[in-house]
């Protein structure tokens, strides 16, 4: 039986500050591969070459990435300004469309770290530029020296509501995640349901209320050591499950209740 198609939102990069490329992380594309076993496929984060439609119709779940520009603060409402870092207008203008469009039918779709802020943005939310300015937060970015492995290691706790989608599926309302993030939410999206929260009280596990399918979203990198991490594998296996029963019946089949 041949493998779900899972696309992987991809970002854009300037080699030599001269040719563009797109491009996604190989963990993400292990992660696909290995854990959800799905069949991963790049997404070139750029509507005037792909089109929401036919993504939809080849793929049977979509992983939302992390990337180093930020979701624009014209898509909630604010006014730019240097703080608000980089930006990548073509993806906006592709992932929170596709966002939305998979929320109604039921696409399952996987937001990690900004993926996770784009699915908060594409139902109505906003976000903070800088999330270790704010009184009583930490700083959540990722250590700008040290191997990857440093950069990637686990540094905080998340805590899940009681009895919660999260806490279901991680069988503990408590679990160590990494952290490499400047912005997080503001402001809760409509049917955005906060699920898991850092010990400052930073969001960090979503999930769309009333969604037909699957849509739990991350603030941290599961992708990282996904095939081994007790928190990120069953992350990556619900997700594969709900990409492999839309493949199979064209329609999600939730194995946890998000409503």
């Not at 696909?32 to 496929?41: C, D, H, K, S």
Request: with cysteine; aromatic share 6%.
């Amino acid at each position: 039986m041949a493998r779900p198609i899972i696309g992987i939102i991809s970002n854009s990069h300037m080699i030599s500050d001269q040719y563009e490329v797109q491009g996604a992380g190989v963990i993400n594309i292990a992660a696909v591969a290995e854990v959800t076993g799905g069949l991963p496929l790049m997404v070139p984060a750029d509507p005037d070459h792909v089109h929401i439609q036919d993504l939809m119709a080849r793929c049977a779940g979509f992983v939302f990435t992390g990337g180093r520009p930020n979701v624009h603060p014209e898509e909630y409402g604010e006014v730019e300004t240097a703080a608000h870092g980089d930006f990548d207008r073509k993806r906006d203008r592709l992932a929170l469309p596709l966002i939305r469009a998979c929320v109604e039918h039921g696409l399952p779709i996987l937001g990690i770290c900004r993926g996770f802020q784009e699915v908060n943005v594409a139902m109505g939310g906003s976000l903070y530029p800088e999330i270790r300015d704010l009184p009583g937060r930490t700083n959540h970015r990722m250590p700008p020296d040290g191997t990857i492995e440093e950069k990637f290691a686990l540094r905080h706790a998340v805590t899940f509501t009681d009895g919660g989608v999260f806490h279901q599926l991680m069988g503990a309302r408590e679990v160590m995640t990494n952290t490499l993030h400047g912005q997080g939410i503001k402001q809760a999206g409509a049917r955005i349901v906060v699920d898991g929260v850092a010990p400052d009280g930073t969001p960090e596990a979503i999930y769309v209320e009333g969604a037909p399918g699957f849509t739990m979203s991350v603030q941290w990198h599961p992708e990282w050591n996904a095939a081994d991490d007790v928190v990120s594998r069953p992350l990556f296996e619900a997700f594969g499950e709900a990409a492999g029963a839309w493949d199979r019946f064209g329609e999600m089949r939730p194995a946890l209740k998000t409503a």
